[in-house]
Nanobody, 123 residues
């Protein structure tokens, strides 16, 4: 089992950059695909990015070119760096983990979730 705790959210202005962190527990953290999802009020949770156990990243369409996902297995942490933030990036950002190897863009593929961290982008 993996426990996940996000940090780094806050209130920023449009055009700013932000770095989110997710700290995971357990000795097998390195074997999980780690992902960031986000959920805005009244909208479905959507993929921001995921990174496989081999550190291969994939990005959601809404953030391509503006985000970088990375991981540090020695620290059991995964990061999301976002730039050129827009008001439409306002959402609760969730960290998630999965041992599955397919369908990694879908919410249902992930077994473990953090509590989320709020990101608010003002115009």
């Amino acid at each position: 089992q993996v426990q996940l705790v996000e940090s780094g959210g806050g209130l920023v202005q449009a055009g700013d950059s932000l770095r989110l962190s997710c700290a995971g527990s357990g000795p097998t953290f390195f074997s999980y695909t780690m992902a960031w999802f986000r959920q805005a009020p009244g909208k479905e949770r959507e993929l921001v990015a995921f990174i496989t156990s081999f550190s291969i990243p994939t990005y959601g369409d809404s953030v391509k070119g503006r985000c970088t996902i990375s991981r540090d297995n020695a620290k059991n942490e995964v990061y999301l760096e976002m730039s050129s933030l827009k008001p439409e990036d306002t959402a609760v950002y969730y960290c998630a983990a999965s041992l599955r190897k397919m369908a990694l863009e879908y919410v249902g593929t992930y077994d473990y979730w953090g509590q989320g961290t709020q990101v608010t982008v003002s115009s």
